[in-house]
């Protein structure tokens, strides 16, 4: 008798175990942070005068910061190095950002013209122009950054 009450002892601690072993794999796998994936935006802007105008000052943001000064800038185009900016997202999260540009420029005259755009990834998202002689165009596009 004896015998059959370890043997049921051991079955039934070795049932435990199992239970306790699947209960802990189950915590330690709902435990981990959701898997988080790289979600890059490259943003150019561009610029640019009508003939005998001239860019005199520019400033443009990498999205989400706060614009900074273009150095070097004059002439009848301008166009920013590539931005880069990269985000680290779980699956269906969104993170917006505004990518942003300043631009001022003297006109030869009263028709003359300035065009601003920003490209995303290669495609134009936005452009603004503006006429006269004082030139000066503010630009924003909010750029979604999203793991679908």
Not at 1 to 11: A, E, F, Y
Not at 72 to 97: C, D, R, Y
Request: proline share 3%; hydrophobic share 40%.
């Amino acid at each position: 008798m004896t015998r059959k009450k370890n043997l049921v002892k051991n079955s039934i601690k070795g049932f435990l175990s199992l239970i306790l072993m699947g209960l802990l794999a189950v915590v330690i796998s709902c435990s981990h942070d959701e898997e988080k994936y790289d979600v890059t935006h490259k943003v150019v802007y561009k610029a640019e005068v009508s003939a005998g105008s001239d860019i005199t000052n520019v400033q443009f943001n990498e999205p989400g910061r706060d614009p900074k000064p273009a150095m070097n800038v004059s002439g009848i185009t301008w166009t920013s190095p590539e931005v880069a900016n990269t985000w680290k997202l779980a699956v269906g999260e969104t993170h917006p950002l505004s990518a942003l540009a300043i631009v001022k420029a003297t006109g030869a005259n009263a028709s003359s013209t300035l065009k601003v755009q920003i490209y995303v990834d290669g495609i134009l998202k936005k452009e603004k122009m503006a006429t006269g002689q004082n030139l000066s165009v503010d630009i924003q596009y909010d750029i979604e950054y999203k793991v679908n």
